[in-house]
């Protein structure tokens, strides 16, 4: 079964350019999680999806980050315009938190690092 | 505003050696993760605990849970080469399906 797939691995934009990021979640995992993770700090949620509806979003940068989960299966994450702060790695993760046993865990893509210069 | 707290946050160690990386967390939660992430890589789940008392070991990494003390241990035993990576653990809150991760703990086993 193939995990959570994130695509670019890398990206390098100048600081005011727009980026976007897509995340395709495991099969029949509704909720799906955006992090950013700081270099040597731990993954900070940005938004939280559960189907197609962003059920938390109170971390997400509104003004320059936007989200979507159309169909509740693929997202992608935008950054417009973006800052020099926001260099760092964006996790997606997927599970079936709610729907299943309580042992069900978060499954992470690989990750896309962003770099602003 | 749920905390989760790790510490140590570097931990160097000799092979052979045993050690414990604790995980303190702030309000309860009726479940704790312990993740692995080696450099440039992804978090992968090693252990999930769900109650008070529970203890999970795999290899010679050994996860314990006490919901009381809110807090969480993973512990080391007879440290090798190939267990260098941060561990972070991460709890989520009851009724809510979302994980709080703590600040990761970096470990590197000398030879």
């Known amino acids: 079964e193939a995990g959570v797939v994130q695509s670019p691995r890398y990206k390098i934009i100048e600081k005011k350019q727009p980026v976007a990021f897509w995340c395709n979640p495991i099969?029949?995992?509704?909720?799906l999680y955006w992090y950013r993770q700081n270099l040597g700090q731990g993954p900070e949620l940005l938004i939280r999806?559960?189907?197609?509806?962003?059920?938390?979003d109170s971390q997400l940068p509104k003004d320059r980050f936007s989200a979507e989960r159309l169909k509740g299966v693929d997202s992608t994450l935008k950054i417009q315009p973006a800052e020099l702060g926001d260099s760092a790695v964006y996790l997606c993760?997927?599970?079936?938190?709610?729907?299943?046993?309580?042992?069900?865990?978060?499954?992470f893509g690989q990750g896309t690092r962003l770099t602003v210069v | 505003e749920l905390k989760v707290e790790q510490n140590p946050l570097f931990l160097s160690m000799q092979e052979g050696k045993n050690y414990t990386i604790y995980c303190n967390y702030s309000?309860?939660?009726?479940?704790l993760y312990w993740y692995r992430q080696d450099p440039g890589k992804s978090l992968e789940s090693l252990f999930v605990l769900l109650s008070n008392g529970a203890v999970k070991q795999e290899g010679r990494l050994m996860a314990s849970l006490d919901t009381k003390a809110r807090l969480s241990t993973l512990h080391i035993t007879a440290a090798v080469h190939d267990l260098s990576a941060t561990y972070f653990c991460?709890?989520?809150?009851?009724?809510?399906?979302?994980?709080?991760f703590g600040t990761g703990t970096s470990l590197t086993v000398i030879p």
């Open positions: 099969s029949g995992h509704n909720t």
């Open positions: 991460a709890v989520v809150l009851i009724y809510v399906n979302q994980f709080y």
């Open positions: 309000t309860t939660s009726d479940r």
């Open positions: 999806y559960e189907n197609e509806e962003a059920v938390d």
């Open positions: 993760a997927s599970s079936t938190l709610g729907q299943g046993p309580l042992n069900t865990e978060a499954f």
